[in-house]
Structure formats: structure tokens, C-alpha cells
């Protein structure tokens, strides 16, 4: 399948320091709700991209509640080596998220290859769902990196996330990737619970059981706001 969209979901946010990391885990080990392990563990490679003027990041810095934003996304403990990943559309319409998503079938080295080349590649490795969305959105802003736990209830109708070891670069001055100078963003543990629409209720009643708030937190807008001119 080369392109798709995921149905409609309630997503919610919680972003705590990063030294909370064992917390947050002993929370989810002693939950009412029995999380089970989804998946295994795995580190999960972004690159976010943006128009020239930023409106993805003014959208979201803005509180505006119907934003989209567009995202290269592939797996593995090595950032630079770009395979099997999808080209991921995402909007988010207040508490509710959907994504339509691309398979990108070219290998790309991001330790040797330009960004023109880097786009290049893309473009003629997707269908035209994807050359529409990045001839939109065409430059690459942000590469970031973490860990991400993955966890589900036993009815599989609640799925929560837990993110780590969050790290970003900044793309914006670089020809080439940039995965070498980080940003100096604070360490931060990111906890994510997602449910279908008709599941909100099952969502809450899991939140609840959480020392937590809830807040708008996003990991692209954070890793833009530690850039230095930020």
C-alpha cells in the first residue's frame, strides 16, 4: 500500500522532565489499566519540514487548533541511514489527530548526501499524494531523534507511548544534514495516550490515574525553539 490514512483519534500530551523517566515508567508498571507492551522498544528518526515563512511553527506556536504538518519518519538506532521510512502528513484538528502517510522505497546515507539530493530522492521515490505534499512543505527544518515505549490495554482500545532521550538538530543553515551539533534542548520524558473517538471515555478514565496535567507539547516546536537564534 503506498498511500493511506489513519482513522481519526484522540491524542493527549504530557511532557515532564526528564529525570522523571523511572516515574513515569513505575506509574505504567502499577496502572489499574494493565498495560501490556505493544511493541519493543525502538528509536524513532524524524525529519520535520516547513515552508519558508514557517507556518507550521507560527500555526502551532499560535494556539491555532486546525494545523498539519509534514514529517520523513524511519526506525533504527542509526539516524543517518534513511530506510523503509513513510512520508507522514499529519493534522491535528484540537484533541483529534489523523495522519495519511506515503511509503518512501529509496535508501537515503544522510551522512553523505545533500539536502537538494536528499529531496530529489523523495520526490521521485513517492507516488503523487507525496511530490504534492512536499512540493508544499519543501524545506527541511529539523531532524530529531528518541526512544519510544510502546504500550496497549488488553482490549487494544487505549495505546500510550512513552518518549525519551529526545534530541534535535537544526537544519535550516546546513546544505548537508546536520546530525553532528545538537540543539540544547532540556531533557524531557514525553507520555502520549491514544484512543479511536468512540473509545474518549476509556482514554480519560486511563489519564486520570496519572499525577499528571495534560498540555500542548510539540517535539518539532520544541526542537526549533533551542535553536540557537531561537
Not at 149 to 161: E, H, M, N
Request: glycine content about 4%; some cysteine; overall charge positive.
Amino acid at each position: 500500500m503506498n498511500h493511506w490514512q489513519t482513522p481519526p483519534r484522540y491524542e493527549v500530551k504530557v511532557a515532564l522532565e526528564g529525570r522523571a523517566l523511572a516515574d513515569v515508567l513505575a506509574w505504567v508498571r502499577l496502572h489499574p489499566a494493565h498495560w501490556q507492551v505493544a511493541y519493543p522498544d525502538r528509536q524513532v528518526n524524524n525529519v520535520y519540514f516547513d515552508t519558508a515563512d514557517y507556518q507550521g511553527l507560527n500555526a502551532n506556536l499560535s494556539g491555532i487548533a486546525d494545523r498539519v504538518k509534514l514529517r520523513l519518519r524511519w526506525y533504527g538506532p542509526t539516524p543517518h541511514e534513511v530506510q523503509s521510512a513513510s512520508l507522514e502528513f499529519k493534522h491535528k484538528q484540537g484533541m483529534i489527530g489523523y495522519k495519511e502517510i506515503c511509503n518512501v522505497g529509496a535508501m537515503v546515507d544522510l551522512s553523505t548526501t545533500s539536502w537538494p539530493a536528499v529531496l530529489h530522492t523523495l520526490e521521485g521515490a513517492l507516488n503523487p499524494h507525496g511530490q504534492r505534499w512536499l512540493r508544499s512543505v519543501p524545506h527541511p527544518v529539523l531532524v530529531n531523534t528518541y526512544r519510544r515505549a510502546y504500550y496497549v490495554t488488553p482490549d487494544q482500545q487505549v495505546r500510550l507511548t512513552v518518549d525519551s532521550d529526545l534530541r534535535a538538530y537544526d537544519q535550516r543553515a546546513s546544505a548537508y544534514p546536520n546530525l553532528v551539533t545538537a540543539a540544547s534542548l532540556p531533557s524531557y520524558v514525553v507520555l502520549e495516550l491514544k484512543a479511536g473517538r468512540a473509545y474518549y471515555q476509556h482514554l480519560a478514565d486511563a489519564l486520570a490515574h496519572f499525577p499528571v496535567r495534560v498540555d500542548r507539547f510539540s517535539k518539532y516546536v520544541q526542537g526549533m525553539l533551542a535553536a540557537p537564534d531561537f
